[in-house]
């Protein structure tokens, strides 16, 4: 298949020509491995190649030998590999030596070393509707942040095309695929990960079945608050069979490892109010047709609960946002204060500017979400935090445009970096 090119390709041209070594994670099947082929000259499979561990034990530098950039697929496979790395780019003191890829991060104690000075990270997610070839892109996340009213914009999208996406997802491999081909390779991802991974990674045999008890009770509380306890009861609630607490604590763990799950943190920020800030995360799977995939849902379930799907929905866009926000140096937080005033995304880069973002399905609701924004925008405390570039209703199936009080009306279908 002909590589479809990333948001992030530019990010990691840039930080290999800047750092000795780049470290690109992510979930399983996000497509690190393609991505760094493209700037790779040799490559190793760490995973695949029974040699390589013999290898290692034997005459480990003959492992970093090759034509640089060299890529080291799937290292956390052996750990050590790390530390070894970081020693060779100390020694060639050139930029540009490798590109390491890994689908799950190893225990804190597997590095000894931070790599700071040698190592550049690239995070990487499933492919975002810009990439997909859904959205036009016509309205720039980096022009919002600028301030720009935007054109009209008839991108209008059908309900059942969004529904779709939202059980295809963005993994690669999918991009040719039916929905219904999608739904069977989802849910085997999802067996994978209950029967192998989590054990794998953990390097001792976890419950099969407490594992899909516990991804389908992420999955009905995607872009939620609920915190660990609520889960615990949850499902106890839903499920035949419960998870104690440390169980709870350990798999999530692993499932962060694996990078699954990506939790929303909360904004922290000042306000004109005597409001206190809530700094619950919201959950998220990494990408959300593996949420769809652990329900067991179709189509025909997602048309029939469109509140849900609304959650569903939510959880795609900040996906998105989180990869359009990664290109202009910003990340994903969220918004909720003690009054019940709640905000689905704020994406802020590092020099402190910031955008608001409410999200919803449907047009039904954005006077309801311009009066949440605005709200915001007169509770920030300008004196101590800068005030919004934009103001913003993401929506699935409406067109975009700038409304009279200067909110961005954006369809997901003309959003992109």
Known sequence: MEYRKRILDIELQRKLAASGAVLIRGAKACGKTESAKQLAKSIIHVDRDEQIKLLFDTAPNRLLMGETPRLIDEWQVIPALWNLVRHEVDDRKKTAQFILTGSSNPEEEALLHSGAGRFT?????????????????????????????????????????????????GFPSSLNNTVNQTVDINRAYIELLAEVDMSRVSKSRRDPMKIRSLLKSLARNTSTLVDNVVLEKDIKAQETIGLSRPTLYDYLDTLNRLMIIEDQPAWNTHIRSSSTLRNSPKRHFTDVSLAVAALGANQQTL?????????LFESMVIHDLRVYGQANDAKVYHYRDSSGLEIDSIVQKYNGEWCAFEIKLGTGQIDEAAVNLLRLAHLINTDKCAAPKSLNIITGTGMSYTRKDGINVISLASLGA
Do not use: C, H, Y
Request: aromatic share 6%; net charge negative; charged share 25%.
């Open 121 to 169: 990270i690239v995070d990487m997610r499933t492919m975002s509707w810009q990439e997909l070839g859904i959205s036009s892109a016509k309205i720039k996340l980096s022009d919002l942040f600028e301030g720009k009213p935007i054109d009209l914009q008839d991108n209008r999208t059908e309900l059942e095309l969004i529904v779709n996406q939202i059980i295809k997802g």
């Open 303 to 311: 048309l029939n609960d469109l509140n849900f799907t609304g959650f």
